[in-house]
């Protein structure tokens, strides 16, 4: 009986400790921890915004005072911008990086970016071919000789080929091969083609002289045939003419060059083709020296095309 005594004795001394009445949050149902935890952090950041927006006790006389400078300095610059819209001036080419000049300011569509601005390409302009000039040192002392003059004129009348073919010396006409008269005369030496329609063509002469005279004969020869023939529109065509250098050239370089004014195929032709931009004239360059000109309309075009193209071909001379 006294063991029992005593252990009830010490049962009643620790409930006496362990009163669990005075702590009523250990029979309370528990909260997941993620409730609690926003619950405090909001409290920390409530707690964190107030210490911060208490300046009042902290000693901050060891710092420079800049604010104050750079509250005046944005004061001033917000002043100056409000004043520059109301007056409506232009930005300068340091706010806005464009570069304006006193034209582009007048026309406003006209502003374009300087070509010297780093990143910005100037404008293409379209390559012209430029012939090369020839200083007067360096004159060939070479004159061309004319070779072909060819000429028009128009006889102004219907003409019947077939009469004249019967009729005329030294005529010849095959309609099947070509609608035309082929005539030639001995002085001077050239031949005359004479359609239906009163046109003619003279070839051959070798001087202006000679093909106006020339074709002044092949109408007089249609008037004594019986047809009123005029002579009108004499014109010149095209002037051929041809000179030698008097040393071989080296084509094949020439032609890598000058590749966007000439072309060389020696297997259709032994020539290279040089297409002269000013005066408009088309030059024959063979590996000999010999050169001919052709396309022109007035005896100085020959010459003035020589000229430039002999400093040329001196620079492509063959080495002997």
Same mark, same amino acid.
């Given at each position: 009986?006294?063991?029992?005594?005593?252990?009830?004795?010490?049962?009643?001394? /620790?409930?006496?400790?362990?009163?669990?009445?005075?702590?009523?949050?250990?029979?309370?149902?528990?909260?997941?921890?993620?409730?609690?935890?926003?619950?405090?952090?909001?409290?920390?950041?409530?707690?964190? $915004?107030?210490?911060?927006?208490?300046?009042?006790?902290?000693?901050?006389?060891?710092?420079?005072?800049?604010?104050?400078?750079?509250?005046?300095?944005?004061?001033?610059?917000?002043?100056?911008?409000?004043? $520059?819209?109301?007056?409506?001036?232009?930005?300068?080419?340091?706010?806005?990086?464009?570069?304006?000049?006193?034209?582009?300011?007048?026309?406003?569509?006209?502003?374009?970016?300087?070509?010297?601005?780093?990143?910005? /390409?100037?404008?293409?302009?379209?390559?012209?071919?430029? +012939?090369?000039? +020839?200083?007067?040192?360096?004159?060939?002392? *070479?004159?061309?000789?004319?070779?072909?003059?060819?000429?028009?004129?128009?006889?102004? /009348?219907?003409?019947?080929? $077939?009469?004249?073919?019967?009729?005329?010396?030294?005529?010849?006409?095959?309609?099947?091969?070509?609608?035309?008269?082929?005539?030639?005369?001995?002085?001077?030496?050239?031949?005359?083609? *004479?359609?239906?329609?009163?046109?003619?063509?003279?070839?051959?002469?070798?001087?202006?002289?000679?093909?106006?005279?020339?074709?002044? $004969?092949?109408?007089?020869?249609?008037?004594?045939?019986?047809?009123?023939?005029?002579?009108?529109?004499?014109?010149?065509?095209?002037?051929?003419?041809?000179?030698?250098?008097?040393?071989?050239?080296?084509?094949?370089?020439?032609?890598?060059?000058?590749?966007?004014?000439?072309?060389?195929?020696?297997?259709?032709?032994?020539?290279?083709?040089?297409?002269?931009?000013?005066?408009?004239?088309?030059?024959? *360059?063979?590996?000999?020296?010999?050169?001919?000109?052709?396309?022109?309309?007035?005896?100085?075009?020959?010459?003035?095309?020589?000229?430039?193209?002999?400093?040329?071909?001196?620079?492509?001379?063959?080495?002997?």
């Amino acid at each position: 009986m006294e063991g029992v005594s005593l252990l009830e004795r010490y049962l009643e001394s /620790c409930s006496g400790q362990d009163d669990f009445s005075t702590s009523p949050h250990l029979f309370t149902p528990m909260s997941p921890y993620d409730l609690e935890l926003p619950i405090q952090a909001s409290s920390q950041l409530s707690e964190s $915004k107030e210490l911060h927006a208490d300046f009042s006790s902290v000693d901050l006389s060891f710092l420079p005072d800049v604010t104050q400078d750079n509250k005046e300095q944005s004061l001033s610059e917000d002043g100056q911008e409000t004043q $520059k819209e109301l007056d409506g001036s232009l930005p300068s080419k340091e706010d806005s990086g464009v570069f304006m000049d006193e034209s582009s300011l007048s026309h406003p569509g006209a502003a374009e970016p300087s070509p010297e601005a780093p990143g910005v /390409c100037p404008p293409l302009t379209p390559m012209t071919p430029i +012939t090369p000039a +020839t200083s007067a040192s360096e004159s060939s002392g *070479i004159v061309p000789q004319l070779q072909n003059i060819v000429s028009t004129v128009n006889l102004a /009348c219907k003409l019947d080929l $077939k009469n004249i073919a019967l009729h005329a010396r030294n005529a010849e006409y095959n309609p099947k091969r070509f609608a035309a008269v082929i005539m030639r005369i001995r002085q001077p030496r050239t031949t005359a083609l *004479i359609f239906s329609s009163g046109k003619m063509v003279c070839t051959g002469a070798k001087s202006e002289e000679q093909s106006r005279l020339a074709a002044r $004969k092949y109408a007089r020869v249609v008037q004594k045939l019986g047809f009123p023939a005029k002579f009108l529109d004499f014109k010149i065509q095209n002037m051929v003419g041809s000179c030698d250098v008097r040393f071989p050239i080296r084509l094949e370089s020439l032609v890598l060059t000058h590749q966007q004014f000439s072309s060389y195929e020696p297997e259709l032709f032994p020539g290279l083709v040089y297409r002269m931009v000013k005066p408009r004239i088309v030059l024959l *360059i063979f590996v000999s020296g010999k050169v001919v000109l052709t396309g022109a309309k007035d005896r100085s075009e020959i010459y003035e095309a020589f000229e430039n193209i002999y400093p040329i071909l001196r620079g492509f001379k063959k080495p002997s």
